[in-house]
């Protein structure tokens, strides 16, 4: 059997297509004409040995086999950089601060200080975990360089939007809720303390369904937030990321609950030229995300 080996330029082309929902779009981005961009995608199926997309409507999706190179490619693609950062980049020294949520300090920090430390061994990472405003406001004082938080209804400089989230109502796994107007309790809430962009969204919800709510629990922490829900003491609202055990996210129509707004996640950079290892370490806090 002939041995494959893919091209890893094919490989980004082929992944950044699919990011960006548009290989037309992948070609400006990889300063490339769209007919080279196509040619490598044909040179990338007759690797593979089967189509990798197909048509559905006016565009073009992932068959089953695309989707599996899909996973690769990128496992792949994050390797190829983590390597030739680790050449280029072990002389690099200093300190980055980073700002992070509690929702991602378990699922993504440890990745990403793993992958920055094998690239920078001489490189220190200052690591802050606190709440959206305390973020952001340590990224105006000075005190960041870089924080990954929730983006508000006032505009940022040097902000750049990485996803957009469901807000979702998250109960115990156990909880039975009864949440409409003419229910006898009032829907209980386990919120953190204000001010929070989640504890305003469930309210502000509940209010124009005309549902009767009560704050049942306050917390300082996330985590403090889910040991209330686990012992049911009422719901809250957060996104599907990084949900720990003994929890879920409910189906709003299901328990009778009014629908909430999407949530938009940002990296923010101190100032727009930041240092080649905070740019580093952004792109693998995207890389993480993404996968």
């Not at 290989?23 to 400006?28: E, V």
């Not at 115990?172 to 003419?182: K, L, M, R, V, W």
Request: proline share 5%; aromatic share 4%.
């Amino acid at each position: 059997m002939q041995r494959v080996t893919f091209d890893l330029d094919v490989m980004r082309s082929f992944v950044t297509g699919i990011e960006l929902g548009s290989f037309a779009k992948a070609a400006d981005r990889l300063a490339r004409s769209t007919s080279a961009v196509s040619a490598q995608l044909k040179k990338l199926e007759d690797q593979a040995g089967t189509p990798l997309l197909r048509k559905s409507g006016r565009g073009m999706v992932l068959t089953e086999a695309g989707e599996t190179l899909l996973g690769y490619a990128r496992r792949l693609l994050e390797l190829n950089d983590e390597a030739a950062t680790a050449v280029r980049g072990v002389q690099l020294e200093g300190r980055v601060r980073l700002g992070m949520q509690e929702d991602f300090g378990e699922n993504v920090l440890p990745e990403v200080l793993g992958r920055f430390k094998r690239a920078h061994p001489k490189l220190r990472v200052e690591v802050h975990i606190a709440r959206n405003n305390v973020l952001l406001q340590s990224l105006q004082s000075g005190r960041l360089d870089l924080a990954l938080a929730w983006e508000t209804e006032t505009s940022a400089p040097n902000m750049e939007h990485v996803f957009t989230l469901p807000m979702c109502w998250i109960a115990a796994t156990d909880a039975s809720i009864e949440a409409t107007p003419e229910a006898s309790e009032p829907v209980s809430l386990v919120v953190l303390d204000a001010p929070c962009l989640m504890r305003s969204a469930a309210t502000n919800a509940l209010d124009r369904a005309g549902v009767p709510w009560r704050i049942a629990f306050t917390s300082a922490s996330l985590a403090g937030t889910w040991a209330a829900v686990k012992a049911g003491l009422g719901i809250s609202v957060r996104t599907p990321f990084g949900l720990p055990a003994d929890v879920r996210a409910l189906d709003s129509q299901q328990a009778n609950l009014p629908a909430l707004p999407k949530l938009g996640l940002a990296l923010y950079r101190s100032e727009a030229d930041v240092s080649p290892a905070v740019e580093k370490l952004a792109e693998l806090i995207r890389q993480s995300l993404r996968s």
